[in-house]
């Protein structure tokens, strides 16, 4: 019987911190960076904008409604809920360009209180 052979494959990961969490980065020889927007991201303003919606039509008197039917606190929903009032242009830069911000959703949603002129330093550095 001949000696098993062994075959080791080495493969450069980085480990990046995205939004708090640790996200495994294949190298950019390998699979080039795209410089995609994180899911997190971008559901988050989803549901910033939806829960503005009902707000503005009525189908929701009060953050805390909308806190209640989806089964979350309702400081949670006042801090996302300025995702909605970011400004057009940095909405843009993460939807249809998909550039990746520099800042957590925490902290997005934070830069939405600043003007419109100072939230792209803000949230792409």
Request: proline share 6%; with cysteine; hydrophobic share 45%.
């Amino acid at each position: 019987m001949s000696t098993p052979t062994t075959m080791r494959v080495f493969i450069p990961l980085t480990i990046r911190k995205r939004n708090g969490r640790p996200k495994i980065v294949p190298p950019a020889d390998i699979v080039p960076d795209t410089g995609g927007v994180d899911a997190h991201v971008l559901k988050a303003i989803a549901k910033a904008w939806s829960w503005r919606r009902k707000l503005e039509s009525g189908e929701a008197a009060t953050i805390q409604d909308i806190a209640y039917a989806e089964g979350i606190s309702d400081r949670y929903v006042g801090r996302m809920l300025r995702l909605a009032y970011l400004a057009p242009a940095i909405l843009e830069k993460l939807a249809l360009e998909r550039c990746s911000p520099a800042v957590s959703v925490k902290d997005l949603a934070a830069a939405a209180e600043l003007a419109w002129k100072e939230q792209e330093t803000a949230v792409f550095g």
